[in-house]
């Protein structure tokens, strides 16, 4: 079982940055890939992927309309990964989710409770 807990999302207008946090419990954090996810409130809309960093490598991929705003990041030291989000939009504005996932035959994907950023115009 891993536990995953966000935190740095609020409200920021559209120019801006902030930083998401993702702590994971467990002792073998660098073994999972980490990713980010975020779920816009209106009806509707579906949960989507925003940017991933592997376990092994640290290779890093992101969806495209965050490519050259968003970093991901990870300090497996600190049992962490991290979204620096630059030059904000309000199309932005979502709840973010952190997800990990085992490595093994079978994979299991954990998720966080969600960070709420909202970019205002």
């Given amino acids: 079982q891993v536990q995953l807990v966000e935190s ?3 409200l920021v207008q559209a120019g801006g940055s902030l930083r998401l946090s ?21 009806p509707g809309k579906e949960r989507e992927f925003v940017a991933a960093v592997s376990r092994s ?3 890093t ?7 050259g705003r968003f970093t991901i990041s990870r300090d497996n030291a600190k049992n962490t990964v991290y979204l620096q989000m630059n030059s904000l939009r309000p199309e932005d504005t979502a709840v ?4 990990a996932d085992t490595p093994g035959p079978i994979v299991s994907r ?5 960070t709420q950023v909202t970019v205002s115009s």
């Avoid at 993702?22 to 209106?42: I, K, N, P």
């Fill in 8 to 10: 740095g999302g609020g």
């Fill in 22 to 42: 993702c702590v994971a419990s467990g002792r073998t954090f660098s073994s999972y890939d980490m990713s980010w996810f975020r779920q816009a409130l209106a």
């Fill in 57 to 59: 490598c640290g290779t």
């Fill in 61 to 67: 991929r992101y969806q495209d309309s965050v490519k």
């Fill in 96 to 99: 973010y989710y952190c997800a």
């Fill in 110 to 114: 954990y998720w966080g409770q969600g």
